[in-house]
Each structure stands twice: as C-alpha cells, then as structure tokens.
C-alpha cells in the first residue's frame, strides 16, 4: 500500500520558537495533502488543504500566519508552526490521496507530538 | 450545523463476541463513508470505504452497513480479538466537497 512519511515524530521546543513538520507520500505522488491536530481522546481536526503548486485551504479558526504550509512537490508538504506557545502543542497528522477527486482512501503519516515548553 | 456521532465514546466486550460501532451523521448528505483504525499515538489506518448507493461491504471479520434513510453507519467485527482494540472513527466526504470529515471515534476494548 501507499505510505506516508511524516517526520519528527516527536519534538519539544521552548516557548516562541518555530517548529516545522514534513510529510511525505514515498511510493506515489499526492495531489492533495491534509493537516490534521488531534488532541487527546478527541477526533482529528482538519486545519488545512493542501494542493501541489498553490495556497493551502485553511478551516475556518485556523491561523494561516500562525501554521504555514508550504506543498512545493507533489511528494512533499510541510506545516511550520510559527511563533510556538504552550497551547500549540498537540498530535499534528499529515494524510495525502492519489484520489484528484479526493473520493477514496487517505494514507496517513505516523502523526508528529509536539511539545511546546 | 452538520454533525457526526459515534455512538459511544468507549465500548468494552468479550473477545469472540461481535463488535458492533455506530455511526450517525445529521445535516449531510455523503458521498461515501469511511471507517479507521487508529491507535494510541500512531495516524489511522484506513479499513473499509461504502458509498451512497451501496447497503453493505465485507473485507475478512469487518462488515459495514450504509443506511442514508436513517443516517446512520453500522461497523461490525465478528469474533472480536484483544488485537482489535483500538479508536475507530467513521469519516464522510461529499462528492461537492474536497476533504473528509472525522467523526470522535469509539474506543473499543476486547478482553480476553
């Protein structure tokens, strides 16, 4: 099957510096990439679209200054998070599909927990 | 607003019994609907998709059942083992739509 790569998998930072995160699709090309934060015992809370070449989607309540996402390939995007506070830490997921119709499965990556001290 | 709900948020049973998750879902009209495994700190795993016009679909110990009247998603495990305790989460996407939205997830626990 399709996999995900999504790296650090864990990374603690101090308090109003940058964090940024990768994701990518190893074994086929993603035309669409999604950001996910989940909170513990809680759903996965999309944050952003991601289309190859242009600007990310964002959901309504997400900070597009505050979570930047950058999809420079179609094997490729990644999610800085800016300026990092305590109440940013959280389980960030990447998912992609090969589906341009976004109509089938979505590959996930392994997730990355991030720590803000 | 739309809404989708898991039916419980923790569900515990004895291994070899059937496991049977809901779904149900208000103020959408689905495409096709989508169920996950994931467990404890890792991303989901996808297990079985059934669109709008389907009823039903199989795959080894996994069944799902589709009722748009009732709004509403089935996820069966027959002969549930303790290596099938994780969160399961239904997603539904829209064919008008690009993204898949989660609902909160069951966490099922299987005891020997």
């Known amino acids: 099957g399709a996999v995900v790569s999504q790296h650090p998998s864990r990374v603690i930072c101090k308090s109003g510096t940058s964090v940024k995160i990768e994701c990518r699709s190893l074994?086929?090309?993603?035309?669409?990439m999604f950001w996910y934060r989940q909170f513990p015992k809680q759903s996965l809370m999309l944050m952003a679209t991601?289309?190859?070449?242009?600007?990310?989607?964002?959901e309504q309540g997400v900070e597009k200054d505050k979570f930047l996402i950058n999809h420079a390939s179609l094997t490729l995007s990644t999610l800085t998070v800016t300026s990092a506070h305590p109440e940013d830490s959280s389980f960030y997921i990447c998912s992609a599909t090969r589906d341009r119709a976004n109509t089938g499965e979505l590959f996930f990556g392994e997730g990355s927990r991030l720590t803000v001290l | 607003s739309q809404k989708i709900e898991q039916n419980s948020e923790a569900l515990n049973i004895q291994e070899g019994k059937t496991a049977t998750l809901t779904c149900n879902y208000t103020?959408?009209?689905?495409?096709?609907l989508q169920w996950y495994r994931q467990d404890p700190g890792r991303g989901p795993v996808f297990l079985l998709l059934?669109?709008?016009?389907?009823k039903e679909k199989r795959k080894e110990r996994l069944k799902v059942t589709f009722d748009t009247t009732l709004k509403q998603s089935l996820f069966h495990i027959t002969a549930s083992q303790p290596a099938d305790s994780a969160t399961y989460l239904c997603a539904l996407g829209t064919s008008s739509a690009s993204k898949i939205i989660f609902g909160s997830g069951t966490r099922l626990s299987i005891r020997p």
């Open positions: 991601s289309n190859e070449g242009s600007k990310a989607t964002y």
């Open positions: 074994d086929f090309q993603a035309t669409t």
């Open positions: 103020n959408y009209s689905p495409a096709y």
């Open positions: 059934i669109r709008e016009n389907e």
